[in-house]
């Protein structure tokens, strides 16, 4: 019988591009047909409740039942004209992936079609299923998932999708979508104050966060032949090609055929659902590609990249395509994040962190927030490192083509120069810092020149020309968790700034030297975390230690940031998470990671124990009879003999560390109670004494062992061949 991965292989002879014909010349013709969007909104809703709806997205403000109700008979108008059945409340339990119920628009009893608004504003899916972290126990496992009118509602098939928050019973949060909604609050609320000082006319800010999607495309038939990839979503095992990305060949190279018609049909389904995707490119390792939409606000963007994600996994099947959006599906290959450009835009329309200058109050304006956003991440950098961990993310922070697990901030020479400036003149006059701008005629580059003359790949947490961009994120997370974080850290950060200037004007100091000078102080407390050079060498983990930065790169032990007194303080004090949500969240992301090891730890011993070594020892049987005719005839037999022995060597260290492992992951699961414990048992004891020595002994043998009884699809079978 023909091994899974012979079938693939010959699968793949017959592969052909699926052509896709976009819907119209014009993308204007079908963006944002499948979601119920302002325009659609005007076409199915009277005035007056168009104007209420409207007006609760843009203030965030209550809508009533009454509107809810007519809003609900809209919905069902407009859906069931575009043939939609059923309806889900949407949202994003812990678990990483979103979450459905769907029920019909069917009702039995009167025959026809019917929705009501309370089940739009609320339902209470069965939610025993999803981690909580002991916020709910089993009795009273109810969870409500209530209507986000922000975010626009949207069709995925035949069901309407709503965009939900989900929160226990007793009204703690248990998703991602909630926690971000909150720090956008405390950001929009601590932004607007400080803004007072420069203009009047702020009353409301919009968060903007631009994601950069990174995944990987490899043949569907691979993927069913791999059972690693199905079951932990990465390699466990598979050795180098001889052709890697040493040649970077695929960066910017021309998309294959195959590649560019999935493409052409997911950017056609995600411009339906009014997400505006961009830019294409191959990334940097083979097989490994990106997708960055235009930036939105945080909320609606991060919902977006949930729906790309999902868009691209199932146009992806259509193309006999799987698409991987683990970190680090490929050892030895570049990880994949997703980078999340982060700015702040007034109700006025002025991005606050685009240097752009017109005039020195310009100048001012835009120094105070870039400095505290640089002094939010010197104070709680810790919390952003907390916010990305995660099994898969481990593999690429700290990794050597990743950013580092230390978290620093690139901000050009440029800035850094006016910076050094700030702090080293005492007297700093806001003419010279308006000059030096001039001087740099920032003013007249447009941002795209900045940006490519003036980057680092290599760092964290980027300023790339108006925004920050912070490029550590993985690319299976869901932008909840760090955007809640960022956006948390910044509006404590601008909150104590406020006080501080406050204070020194209440004692007699004008508005612009009272800025300054906190600005100042800022900056040289600030400096630790400004790192201009390559963050990927050794010389910066030894200068970071120096600096006293955290270098922390496992999960289990970065979480620990999040739990600490000064974090559930600062978590309380913005209203985002008391302490028992912050203690449950813990919990979570502990048992996540754990169970994600466990996973992988049983995949290595399954897969060794049941493919690997029985095809080594079928092959290893064959030379040894090899050995014995050879003899016979008086052969030189001793290649056939070494051979033999390198195989023993190395499938006699495949037996006993996949033993040994299975061993200790029994006893921890058996001894350890804490789940804290646990996470870190399986990250060094499992995970980090035999996960590489198993691995380094079944890649060498794939090298030794006939190809043709080889039963997983090689790397170089995955990634080269299309
Ligand atoms: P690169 O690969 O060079 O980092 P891309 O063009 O692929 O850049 O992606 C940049 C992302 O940043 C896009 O999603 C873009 O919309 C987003 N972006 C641009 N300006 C802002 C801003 N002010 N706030 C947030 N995101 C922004
Ligand atoms: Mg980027």
Same mark, same amino acid.
């Given at each position: 019988?023909?091994?899974?991965?012979?079938?693939?292989?010959?699968?793949?002879?017959?592969?052909?591009?699926?052509?896709?014909?976009?819907?119209?010349?014009?993308?204007?013709?079908?963006?944002?047909?499948?979601?119920?969007?302002?325009?659609?909104?005007?076409?199915?809703?009277?005035?007056?409740?168009?104007?209420?709806?409207?007006?609760?997205?843009?203030?965030?403000?209550?809508?009533?039942?009454?509107?809810?109700?007519?809003?609900?008979?809209?919905?069902?108008?407009?859906?069931?004209?575009?043939?939609?059945?059923?309806?889900?409340?949407?949202?994003?339990?812990?678990?990483?992936?979103?979450?459905?119920?769907?029920?019909?628009?069917?009702?039995?009893?009167?025959?026809?079609?019917?929705?009501?608004?309370?089940?739009?504003?609320?339902?209470?899916?069965?939610?025993?299923?999803?981690?909580?972290?002991?916020?709910?126990?089993?009795?009273?496992?109810?969870?409500?998932?209530?209507?986000?009118?922000?975010?626009?509602?949207?069709?995925?098939?035949?069901?309407?999708?709503?965009?939900?928050?989900?929160?226990?019973?007793?009204?703690?949060?248990?998703?991602?979508?909630?926690?971000?909604?909150?720090?956008?609050?405390?950001?929009?609320?601590?932004?607007?104050?400080?803004?007072?000082?420069?203009?009047?006319?702020?009353?409301?800010?919009?968060?903007?966060?631009?994601?950069?999607?990174?995944?990987?495309?490899?043949?569907?038939?691979?993927?069913?032949?791999?059972?690693?990839?199905?079951?932990?979503?990465?390699?466990?095992?598979?050795?180098?090609?001889?052709?890697?990305?040493?040649?970077?060949?695929?960066?910017?190279?021309?998309?294959?055929?195959?590649?560019?018609?999935?493409?052409?049909?997911?950017?056609?389904?995600?411009?339906?659902?009014?997400?505006?995707?961009?830019?294409?490119?191959?990334?940097?390792?083979?097989?490994?590609?990106?997708?960055?939409?235009?930036?939105?606000?945080?909320?609606?963007?991060?919902?977006?990249?949930?729906?790309?994600?999902?868009?691209?996994?199932?146009?992806?099947?259509?193309?006999?395509?799987?698409?991987?959006?683990?970190?680090?599906?490929?050892?030895?290959?570049?990880?994949?994040?997703?980078?999340?450009?982060?700015?702040?835009?007034?109700?006025?329309?002025?991005?606050?962190?685009?240097?752009?200058?017109?005039?020195?109050?310009?100048?001012?304006?835009?120094?105070?927030?870039?400095?505290?956003?640089?002094?939010?991440?010197?104070?709680?950098?810790?919390?952003?490192?907390?916010?990305?961990?995660?099994?898969?993310?481990?593999?690429?922070?700290?990794?050597?083509?990743?950013?580092?697990?230390?978290?620093?901030?690139?901000?050009?020479?440029?800035?850094?120069?006016?910076?050094?400036?700030?702090?080293?003149?005492?007297?700093?006059?806001?003419?010279?810092?308006?000059?030096?701008?001039?001087?740099?005629?920032?003013?007249?580059?447009?941002?795209?020149?900045?940006?490519?003359?003036?980057?680092?790949?290599?760092?964290?947490?980027?300023?790339?020309?108006?925004?920050?961009?912070?490029?550590?994120?993985?690319?299976?997370?869901?932008?909840?968790?760090?955007?809640?974080?960022?956006?948390?850290?910044?509006?404590?950060?601008?909150?104590?700034?406020?006080?501080?200037?406050?204070?020194?004007?209440?004692?007699?100091?004008?508005?612009?030297?009272?800025?300054?000078?906190?600005?100042?102080?800022?900056?040289?407390?600030?400096?630790?975390?400004?790192?201009?050079?390559?963050?990927?060498?050794?010389?910066?983990?030894?200068?970071?230690?120096?600096?006293?930065?955290?270098?922390?790169?496992?999960?289990?032990?970065?979480?620990?940031?999040?739990?600490?007194?000064?974090?559930?303080?600062?978590?309380?004090?913005?209203?985002?998470?008391?302490?028992?949500?912050?203690?449950?969240?813990?919990?979570?992301?502990?048992?996540?990671?754990?169970?994600?090891?466990?996973?992988?730890?049983?995949?290595?011993?399954?897969?060794?124990?049941?493919?690997?070594?029985?095809?080594?020892?079928?092959?290893?049987?064959?030379?040894?009879?090899?050995?014995?005719?050879?003899? !016979?005839?008086?052969?030189?037999?001793?290649?056939?003999? @070494?051979?033999? %022995?390198?195989?023993? #060597? /190395?499938?006699?260290? $495949? =037996?006993?560390?996949?033993?040994?492992?299975?061993? !200790?992951?029994?006893?921890?699961?058996?001894?350890?109670? @804490?789940?804290? %414990?646990?996470?870190? #048992? /399986?990250?060094?004891? $499992? =995970?980090?004494?035999?996960?590489?020595?198993?691995? !380094?002994?079944?890649?060498?043998?794939?090298?030794?062992?006939?190809?043709?009884?080889?039963?997983?699809?090689?790397?170089?079978?995955?990634?080269?061949?299309?």
């Amino acid at each position: 019988m023909a091994s899974l991965r012979q079938k693939a292989l010959e699968a793949l002879t017959e592969r052909k591009p699926v052509k896709v014909e976009f819907p119209s010349n014009k993308v204007s013709d079908y963006f944002g047909d499948n979601c119920y969007n302002d325009k659609a909104m005007r076409g199915t809703l009277s005035p007056t409740v168009y104007k209420k709806v409207s007006q609760a997205i843009k203030t965030g403000s209550k809508i009533n039942e009454e509107t809810a109700e007519a809003v609900a008979q809209g919905l069902i108008s407009w859906a069931t004209a575009k043939g939609v059945t059923h309806f889900t409340h949407w949202f994003q339990p812990l678990t990483g992936a979103t979450a459905e119920k769907h029920d019909s628009f069917f009702d039995a009893l009167s025959g026809i079609e019917k929705f009501k608004g309370s089940l739009l504003v609320q339902q209470e899916p069965d939610a025993s299923s999803f981690p909580n972290g002991g916020i709910r126990s089993t009795f009273e496992a109810r969870g409500y998932t209530g209507w986000d009118p922000s975010s626009p509602i949207f069709i995925v098939g035949t069901t309407l999708c709503i965009p939900t928050i989900f929160v226990s019973y007793t009204g703690e949060t248990l998703d991602y979508k909630g926690a971000l909604l909150k720090a956008v609050e405390a950001v929009d609320k601590a932004t607007v104050d400080v803004c007072q000082y420069f203009d009047e006319n702020v009353n409301s800010i919009s968060v903007s966060l631009g994601c950069e999607q990174e995944y990987f495309a490899i043949d569907q038939d691979f993927y069913h032949a791999r059972p690693d990839l199905v079951m932990s979503g990465r390699t466990l095992f598979g050795a180098a090609p001889a052709r890697g990305q040493q040649l970077d060949d695929h960066y910017f190279g021309s998309i294959q055929p195959r590649i560019l018609e999935f493409m052409k049909e997911f950017e056609i389904e995600a411009l339906k659902l009014g997400i505006p995707v961009t830019t294409r490119h191959n990334e940097v390792a083979p097989g490994q590609f990106e997708v960055a939409p235009l930036f939105e606000e945080v909320n609606v963007a991060s919902d977006h990249n949930l729906q790309m994600m999902d868009i691209i996994e199932r146009v992806g099947a259509k193309h006999n395509l799987k698409i991987l959006f683990h970190e680090k599906p490929f050892a030895g290959l570049n990880g994949s994040g997703k980078h999340n450009n982060w700015s702040l835009i007034t109700n006025t329309g002025r991005n606050l962190l685009d240097p752009k200058l017109g005039n020195q109050k310009d100048a001012l304006y835009f120094l105070t927030f870039f400095v505290n956003t640089l002094r939010a991440v010197a104070e709680n950098g810790d919390l952003l490192r907390a916010s990305i961990a995660s099994a898969g993310n481990d593999h690429r922070l700290g990794a050597n083509e990743a950013p580092p697990a230390i978290v620093s901030c690139f901000i050009g020479s440029q800035l850094t120069e006016l910076l050094n400036e700030l702090e080293n003149t005492g007297d700093l006059k806001i003419e010279s810092v308006a000059d030096e701008f001039m001087k740099l005629g920032i003013d007249k580059i447009p941002n795209l020149t900045l940006d490519t003359t003036d980057r680092n790949r290599t760092s964290p947490f980027a300023f790339t020309g108006n925004k920050f961009e912070y490029r550590a994120v993985g690319s299976g997370a869901n932008c909840g968790s760090p955007m809640m974080t960022l956006n948390l850290i910044v509006a404590e950060q601008l909150k104590q700034f406020k006080a501080e200037v406050d204070g020194l004007i209440s004692g007699g100091t004008a508005k612009e030297s009272a800025i300054l000078s906190v600005l100042k102080r800022y900056v040289s407390e600030s400096k630790k975390v400004c790192f201009e050079g390559d963050g990927y060498s050794d010389e910066w983990v030894v200068e970071a230690e120096k600096r006293g930065l955290s270098n922390v790169k496992d999960t289990p032990r970065a979480l620990d940031f999040f739990v600490t007194d000064k974090a559930k303080k600062l978590f309380a004090d913005h209203g985002v998470f008391n302490e028992r949500e912050l203690e449950a969240r813990h919990e979570v992301w502990l048992e996540n990671y754990s169970m994600k090891i466990g996973i992988e730890a049983g995949m290595i011993a399954d897969l060794a124990l049941n493919q690997i070594l029985p095809a080594v020892f079928k092959y290893q049987g064959g030379l040894v009879q090899e050995a014995k005719g050879l003899k !016979e005839l008086g052969i030189d037999n001793s290649a056939v003999v @070494s051979t033999i %022995e390198e195989i023993a #060597a /190395l499938a006699a260290t $495949v =037996k006993t560390q996949v033993t040994a492992l299975v061993a !200790e992951k029994a006893r921890i699961d058996n001894e350890i109670e @804490s789940s804290r %414990e646990a996470a870190i #048992a /399986l990250c060094d004891d $499992v =995970k980090g004494k035999y996960f590489d020595v198993i691995r !380094e002994a079944v890649d060498s043998l794939e090298l030794i062992v006939d190809d043709a009884v080889w039963p997983l699809p090689k790397y170089r079978e995955m990634l080269f061949i299309r």
